[in-house]
């Protein structure tokens, strides 16, 4: 292979190894959620595959849940704008606790007895501990005309949709190390090195100032 060639083939191959390294570690899957609802007009219920994914922003990730189909459906027209879905999800593995995922409101009006379409849930998630934590769908709420009107538990234990390899904030990155010695650390800016002249400046004028006064004594005697 000739040099410039294998030059091209090596730097690609860093190139890769780099992005690779870089790309925060998760693993999504599309996991199906049985809801059951509980409704103005009774109980409901439906099965609706439902996707987790996170994209990183600033110190923390922007968490996106999506629905495939519909759980609830409207005795009566729902307007454009009155229908707005909300949901938690719960936190496992290295965090625990949940977080608040919320859609907007509808674009069209949804015509009677029609599943509502939920479509995508978006929050913001910022880690407190660091490792592999997992994002799991927890109940979902259906705000329309002013009210809840529908409110979906799983009823299946689903598992995870998301694992997320996770740095808490203020959390050492790998290769990094931090070490104290029990006192200041040594210091190299340019603050300090001022410092180191002024203290040489001084010593010198000491210096000066005690041969003047050595001379001066000499003369005297």
């Known amino acids: 292979m000739p040099y410039r060639r294998r030059t091209a083939f090596a730097l690609a191959a860093a190139a890769g190894s780099v992005v690779l390294a870089s790309a925060p570690a998760a693993q999504a899957a599309v996991v199906d959620v049985d809801y ?3 409704t103005k007009i009774g109980p409901k219920g439906a099965v609706s595959p439902v996707g987790i994914t996170a994209v990183r922003s600033g110190s923390g990730y922007t968490i996106t849940m999506s629905f495939e189909k519909g759980v609830s459906d409207s005795p009566i027209e729902l307007p454009k704008g009155v229908m707005t879905p909300r949901a938690e999800l719960k936190l496992g593995g290295a965090d625990s606790g949940t977080i608040k995922v919320k859609g907007t409101p509808n674009t069209t009006a949804i015509p009677p007895n029609t599943p509502i379409k939920i479509g995508q849930l ?3 998630y910022t880690p407190k501990k660091s490792g592999k934590v997992t994002f799991t769908a ?3 709420t259906v705000h329309a005309l002013g009210m809840d009107a529908a409110v979906c538990t799983p009823k299946n234990n689903p598992a995870p949709a998301l694992e ?3 740095t808490a904030a203020g959390g050492s990155s790998s290769g990094e190390t ?3 010695s029990g006192g200041e650390l040594p210091k190299t800016g340019p603050l300090d090195s001022a410092t180191a002249l002024a203290t040489l400046g001084g010593t010198v004028l000491l ?3 005690a041969g003047v006064l050595w001379l001066t004594r000499r003369t005297a005697r």
């Open 36 to 38: 059951a609802c509980e």
């Open 178 to 180: 931090q070490s104290t």
């Open 138 to 140: 927890g109940v979902l």
């Open 164 to 166: 997320l390899d996770v």
């Open 207 to 209: 210096t000066g100032a």
């Open 122 to 124: 978006t929050g913001t």
